[in-house]
């Protein structure tokens, strides 16, 4: 069956620390990679994809993120967070259908 | 430009009473529709999507159903709800598989629903 874990269940951090969150999937084939990003009291945004191409993807805010085939993963990247990028965040995948697998998400918490 | 509307924002219901909630996309034909659940701690599952009017699957048992009277409008039911409904309800779209699968997901605001 296909399914996406992230490591990390909540990550508290200062501002200007960089942010990594992991995320692995776990299906052989062909995948569209997301990232999703739900601020409190907002609905879920999109932050990044990845479709094909270029694996470092470059998304909104700052974020990137490194899809790695070989290893399963597609870990989002921050080199310096804010206090507005305390959200919550979804990885998330397709494979080869249009339904997406998300991950359990990981809660960041940026302390001013 | 397309967007969703979902309603309501915030429902409280009791145990056992009914449920509809209302998901309309406006902007694009034949979309796939998805319900969504974010439970606290348990990130979001995947209830029910549609391909087409009349056309769903679930994607897990629950005594919660959908249906799609029109291409633009999907509806989340219940007839008697439980206490484990509580939680987030979210609705969201993409293009239809027969133009591209490699879309992104919209997702409308969410329902809070509150089980008591």
């Known amino acids: 069956a296909q399914s996406v874990s992230q490591h990390n269940h909540h990550v508290i951090l200062s501002e200007a620390a960089s942010l990594e969150l992991g995320c692995n999937y776990s299906?052989?084939?062909?995948?569209?990679l997301f990232w999703y990003v739900q601020y409190p009291g907002q609905h879920l945004q999109l932050l990044l994809k990845?479709?094909?191409?270029?694996?470092l993807v470059k998304g909104i805010k700052g974020f990137e993120a490194e899809f790695i085939k070989s290893k399963f993963s597609f870990n989002l990247r921050k080199p310096s967070v804010q206090w507005s990028d305390t959200a919550e965040y979804f990885c998330?995948?397709?494979?080869?259908?249009?339904?997406?697998?998300f991950g359990a998400g990981t809660t960041v918490t940026v302390r001013a | 430009s397309q967007t969703i509307h979902q309603w309501p924002a915030t429902l409280v219901q009791p145990v056992g009473s009914p449920l509809s909630l209302e998901c309309t996309v406006e902007?694009?034909?034949?979309?796939?529709l998805y319900w969504y659940r974010q439970a606290a701690g348990r990130g979001l599952q995947l209830l029910f999507y549609?391909?087409?009017?009349?056309?769903i699957s679930s994607e897990v048992p629950q005594n919660l159903s959908a249906s799609r009277p029109q291409d633009r409008q999907f509806i989340l039911s219940s007839k008697k709800l439980l206490l484990s409904d509580s939680g987030f309800y979210l609705c969201?779209?993409?293009?239809?598989?027969?133009?591209?699968?490699?879309?992104?997901?919209?997702f409308g605001n969410g329902t809070r629903l509150t089980v008591t």
């Open positions: 969201a779209w993409d293009v239809s598989r027969s133009s591209s699968y490699n879309s992104p997901l919209h």
């Open positions: 299906y052989g084939g062909t995948v569209n």
């Open positions: 990845y479709f094909s191409g270029d694996p």
């Open positions: 998330a995948f397709s494979a080869g259908d249009y339904k997406l697998s």
């Open positions: 902007g694009t034909s034949n979309p796939n």
């Open positions: 549609s391909v087409g009017i009349g056309q």
